[in-house]
């Protein structure tokens, strides 16, 4: 399993800036990422990702997030290399959110 362990990344888009967590583990054998985006007032209560798939050294699946209308599913794709992850966030009517050079923190 790639990519285990509590990540870090500075976001500086339209929609929201600042540092955004995500922490993936090993749940029974299957991928699980938890997303937290500490001190945001978006309204945004509940990240779920799910349909997690390990392609080489890069996952994705999809997230749903409430503020999202009709439940339409983000696009997530993450790129591990040592411990810097690179990679993208794609949200219907909004467009991509870039995760650059995110650091392992835990």
């Known amino acids: 399993m790639i990519g285990l362990g509590k990540w870090q990344a500075e976001i500086n888009n339209i929609i929201f800036k600042g540092s ?15 997303l937290e985006l ?5 309204g945004v209560s ?6 997690i798939q390990e392609d ?5 699946g999809e997230a749903t997030v409430d503020i999202i209308p009709g439940g339409k599913a983000c696009e997530l794709s993450l790129t591990f290399t040592d411990d810097v ?8 009517f909004i467009g991509k959110i870039k995760v650059k050079d995110a650091k392992k923190i835990g």
Not at 38 to 42: F, I, R, T, V
Request: include cysteine.
């Open 20 to 34: 955004a967590i995500f922490t993936i583990a090993d749940e029974n054998g299957n991928y699980k990422i938890d």
């Open 38 to 42: 500490p001190g945001e007032d978006l």
């Open 46 to 51: 509940d990240i779920k990702v799910q349909n």
């Open 56 to 60: 080489g050294d890069t996952l994705t």
């Open 85 to 92: 992850c690179n990679g993208f966030l794609k949200v219907p």
